[in-house]
């Protein structure tokens, strides 16, 4: 799981660095959230298998398969499914993908009773950490036993989170790569789809 959302964040940087190159379009813009969306949703199903050799603690808390009274998480299409909708897209490979890519976000987004997951990493509706953030990062203080803050005051408890995701507080990545992968993955589709 840490190689592949490494590899996967390394052809993102790539990928974006080489699209924000050339003269933009609507087109490439389609094209680009396209792409980055099939980036996220590998990452989440890769994030959603229980690894045989060695599982890591954030894909566990993030699929809701940790011990405890732990729930499973999701990411949001947000722009991506009305963006979509403005683009011209022509060619039926991609409107394909975009179609698999929204059907598959909309799926994860609610669990099997139909009840809406907390969501993480929604940088395109806020530059702070929402619920879901805040409940994902205590689960992982708790089983890495980290400091968490005291007294834990919502605003105590978004500014750790805010710390732990920007790696400003480095507890989390020194521990758990993967989680700074993942929200870097997440960071690029969200960017793309934001306009």
Do not use: W
Not at 89 to 94: E, G, K, M, T, V
Not at 136 to 148: D, E, F, G, K, Y
């Amino acid at each position: 799981q840490l190689n592949l959302l490494f590899l996967i964040r390394r052809v993102c940087r790539i990928y974006s660095a080489a699209t924000a190159c050339v003269q933009q379009s609507r087109g490439l813009v389609a094209i680009r959230s396209i792409t980055f969306a099939c980036a996220g949703c590998i990452a989440d199903a890769i994030c959603r298998v229980k690894a045989v050799d060695d599982p890591s603690a954030f894909a566990l808390h993030y699929s809701g398969m940790c011990e405890g009274p732990t729930q499973a998480f999701a990411m949001e299409a947000g722009s991506f499914d009305t963006l979509g909708s403005n683009l011209p897209i022509y060619d039926p490979n991609l409107c394909s993908l975009r179609f698999r890519c929204l059907d598959y976000l909309r799926e994860m987004t609610f669990n099997e009773h139909g009840v809406k997951r907390n969501t993480i990493f929604n940088f395109d509706k806020a530059m702070v950490p929402t619920e879901g953030d805040v409940v994902l990062c205590t689960q992982l203080s708790i089983q890495l036993a980290l400091a968490r803050p005291y007294p834990a005051t919502d605003e105590a408890l978004a500014n750790h989170t805010a710390k732990l995701i920007s790696g400003r507080n480095g507890s989390i990545l020194e521990v758990l790569p993967e989680f700074g992968y993942f929200r870097d993955i997440v960071f690029h589709f969200k960017h793309a789809v934001s306009g």
